[in-house]
């Protein structure tokens, strides 16, 4: 067998076409590749009836806020312990109906009881100086209007005898000397019975004053004995208003000091709502602003009567005083929900709120298709309410959006609706 020789124009050939065979797949690849790439993912689906979908809407908003609280009376006291005591007995206990006699609890305190005696004792020894000192003062007087009636009696004996030595010194039957000692004597008298009057007067008129330090002491004696009193039977703590008792803070036995929480009473017949209210949707809340409360017994109707001042967890407290009468149930400390309306906005776009999404802010929301599908639209949001959003670019009255938390096709802007 002879071996026949290649020619080397063969091998050359056939060089380059394996060369372009390998060129050609290597492009069919490359092409394929980028191809693929830059297909769009397949939209996913997401059935109708798992997403809240709303229609866009023109025509008046009401814009709301809401928050929860409670009920709680209008009047409330705290009744405070007047001085300091151990609590012997606890008469009443909370949910009590009180009247402002009503003893709550007692209290003992030994060393009030030995200081109310010992003020009665010193009230008791000041009447007793008063007493004595008004005796003395009195007797003083009686001895001077006694002086001064003497020397009345006096005077007039001395005023008659001068008169008939006058007679008699007309006749010529006493001596001028004897007249001149008469009249002498009747002028002494006189001068006497003036100094004695005005005396009279002056201890008449000074005797209130010289009683004055003594009528004090009993006042101030006085006044120490019945705060004592006062002290003995307020370790009766009362009421002091027609309610309900709500709390007692101590118990038997305790030792509490003066000025000290003893007793919580309210007023259940008149009750307002206090509601806490995202600081956020605080900006346009007013005083006077309508409001209702559903006590989930029934809704009342109300006003904003008070705004808390400072925030508290992100929340600040809103009161509204309560209008009309109350529904079968309402009490205090009731969970109620509260609604306050803060103004009715005119022929506006808006739609149901959606799951994310401030006020005057842009949100991704996904607008329904005629081919069942939802693209992802740019929205601007306007003033908000608790179910609705006042709606200003993006968005037209008769479009559908999808409003649920679509977080979880954050990256897709295109979804299919199924069912």
Do not use: C
Not at 97 to 122: C, F, G, H, M, Y
Not at 140 to 169: G, M, R
Not at 272 to 298: F, S
């Amino acid at each position: 067998m002879v071996d026949i020789a290649r020619s080397p124009d063969v091998k050359k050939r056939k060089k380059i076409r394996r060369i372009l065979v390998g060129a050609g797949l290597l492009l069919v690849a490359i092409l394929i590749t980028v191809g693929v790439s830059r297909l769009k993912p397949a939209a996913p689906s997401v059935d109708r009836a798992t997403v809240w979908i709303d229609t866009v809407k023109r025509g008046p908003m009401l814009r709301q806020v809401r928050g929860s609280g409670t009920l709680v009376p209008e009047e409330i006291r705290w009744i405070p312990s007047t001085t300091a005591g151990r609590v012997d007995v606890i008469r009443l206990r909370p949910g009590a109906v009180v009247r402002p006699d009503t003893v709550i609890l007692e209290l003992s305190n030994p060393d009030l009881q030995q200081s109310v005696k010992e003020a009665q004792l010193a009230f008791q020894s000041a009447q007793a100086a008063y007493v004595n000192r008004k005796a003395e003062l009195e007797s003083a007087l009686l001895s001077q209007q006694s002086d001064v009636a003497s020397i009345k009696a006096a005077l007039t004996k001395a005023s008659l005898n001068l008169e008939a030595q006058e007679k008699l010194y007309t006749d010529k039957l006493v001596s001028e000397i004897q007249l001149k000692q008469s009249r002498s004597d009747a002028e002494e008298l006189a001068n006497r019975f003036k100094i004695a009057e005005s005396r009279l007067k002056i201890q008449t008129e000074g005797m209130k004053s010289q009683l004055a330090p003594q009528e004090a002491d009993v006042d101030q004696k006085r006044a120490a004995h019945e705060l004592r009193l006062r002290q003995l039977e307020d370790l009766k703590v009362k009421a002091g208003m027609n309610g309900v008792l709500q709390e007692v803070p101590v118990e038997r036995g305790a030792q509490v000091n003066a000025g000290e929480k003893m007793a919580r009473v309210a007023d259940p017949s008149t009750l307002k709502a206090e509601l806490r209210i995202a600081e956020t949707q605080m900006r346009d809340i007013r005083i006077g602003q309508y409001a209702e409360v559903d006590t989930r017994n029934g809704t009342v109707k109300g006003k904003v009567s008070r705004l808390d001042p400072k925030s508290t967890g992100g929340t600040v407290g809103v009161d509204v005083i309560l209008e009309g009468k109350l529904p079968d149930g309402a009490r205090p400390d009731l969970s109620v929900d509260g609604t306050i309306q803060l103004e009715k906005l005119e022929n506006v776009i808006y739609v149901g709120r959606p799951a994310f999404g401030q006020e005057n802010s842009t949100v991704g929301l996904f607008k329904l298709t005629a081919d069942g599908e939802a693209l992802r639209t740019n929205v601007k949001l306007g003033r908000t309410s608790v179910s609705q959003v006042e709606i200003l670019e993006g968005l037209q009255p008769g479009d559908q959006v999808i409003l649920s938390d679509m977080s979880a096709q954050d990256s897709f802007d295109r979804i299919r609706i199924a069912g």
